[in-house]
């Protein structure tokens, strides 16, 4: 049973309802409120935070460096002090408790409040959200601002239930931490969560045994230790990195070189590759030569150059060919890297062994452990970083009722359609915010909460003053929006590779592009063109 806390009640009908505090749905609150709508926020959880309210396995830290994992108002960076380039779980929590103090947004939050049924009255024209443990809202608008991450994906596997010692999802770790001391631990999956859980186990626990399907292409994170006078000296170089943020593919505050791999000279190249790799975070994925993620050929530049410096700190041969191996098991950046610290040392250890699930698949779990082609290997500890239901599973999850009582599940169970990534037909007044087909899991989460969040709070604006009431996208821009993310994603070299990005880790997913990946400047401008025709798209009334 969720945790239910009462602390605002809501009677009347509301403007606007917003679901989720994460970057985006706090953003979102304090501009409405600021432009007096009658608005309210709810949360299933039981502070502000959204995924780092949740996130709290063993390692669990951004992979965007602080200065741009932050709002870019300057009452709260002016403020804010981060202790390191990337900070970790504890730290986010910290930062998103200040962020309510200084914005005062709590008294217009109810947490514990897990949405589970919403539906649509045609003749009032508004919704009613049903929670647990909470009595129903009425508001003209619904905002779900429900992350990139809101649904764990937990693969079926024989046995899983007779599981005796603890064995925990890594978006529902325990809240009181689970030490790893002197035991057995598994880690299953290999994406940015698995790669953190493994680098911490590797430290403490008896033995580490990791679970691979697919070699994470991780890049060196070079975290630093921040003092006072570093936060002093970053702060008046801010405005200007926000600044362009907004103007960048992705929300970061650097973009891709306007130079062609294939065409700069051998010398340019492996320097260029090199200076990006010494900046450490995602300089090398997101700041490379802009071709890489189109060409083949430039893609196979950047790989190599990255095998090459992680096979060195491999001291095993066998499974330097697991973890980098000498062909690229897919495009290098076309699948999310992620930043890790220590990770490919800790495969030297003694106390680390790393399983290929392509050689030794997982046949079942046990009372004692992990059973494969092997037999049973024992764990005290299993930790399943298998990651989510990625960018839909959100909306999957909740049921939001369109005119002939159809759920998301049902109406995009062959594929997700979307107008401008932020509605859907069908379901008048219900917008999303970092949703399917918007810069989502393609953007920096607070530059998207803002740019976005500014879209979507004009566009409520923009029905308040004209006095209209209900609001529902068309099927026909529903369809040129598909065409234009699947168009970009034909082009590049995304497609080939097995991700969330495209649904491709969940059985049975239809495969597309989930996010909008033409960038946040083009978001921002077909937005903005779409705003200056009236909304176009839209049937506004
Ligand atoms: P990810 O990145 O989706 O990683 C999930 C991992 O779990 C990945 O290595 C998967 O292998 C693996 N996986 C999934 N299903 C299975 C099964 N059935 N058996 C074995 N292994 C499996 O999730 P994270 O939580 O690490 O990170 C999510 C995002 O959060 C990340 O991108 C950052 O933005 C932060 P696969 O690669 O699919 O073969």
Redesign the pocket.
Known sequence: MDNITTNNSVNDTLDVLIIGAGFTGLYQLHALRERGFKVHLVDAAKDVGG?WHWNCYPGARV?THCQIYQYSMPELWQEFEWRERFPNWEQMREYFKFVDRKLDLSRSISFGARVRTATFDEDKREWTVYMLGHQPIRARYVVANLG??AKP?I?K?EGMDRFKGEIHH??LWPQGGLDMTGKRVAV?????????VSQEAALVAKQLTT????P?LAIPMHNQQYSAEDNRAMRPELPAAFERCRNAYAGFDFDFIPKNATEVSAEERQATLQALWDKGGFYYWLGNFQDYLFDDKANDYVYDFWRDKVRARIKDPQVADKLAPMKKPHPWGA??P?LEQWYYEIFNQDNVTLVD?GEK??LGITEKGIVTADGETEFDIIAL????D?VSGGLTNIDFRDGQGRTFKEKWSSGVRTHLGVSAAGFPNLLFGYGPQSPA?FCNGPTSAEVQGELLVDLLGHLRDKGITRIEATEAAQEDWFKLVEDFWAMSLFPKA???YQG??IPGKTQQSLNFPNGLPTYTAKFKEAAANGYAGFVLN
């Open positions: 995924i992979d990139f991450a994906y693969p596997i890594t978006a299953i999956g290999t994406g940015a969560s698995g790669v953190q679970f691979q399907r697919t994470n699948k999310r992620c699930l698949p997982i970083a298998t990651g989510f990625g899991g097995k991700s969330w491709a880790n």
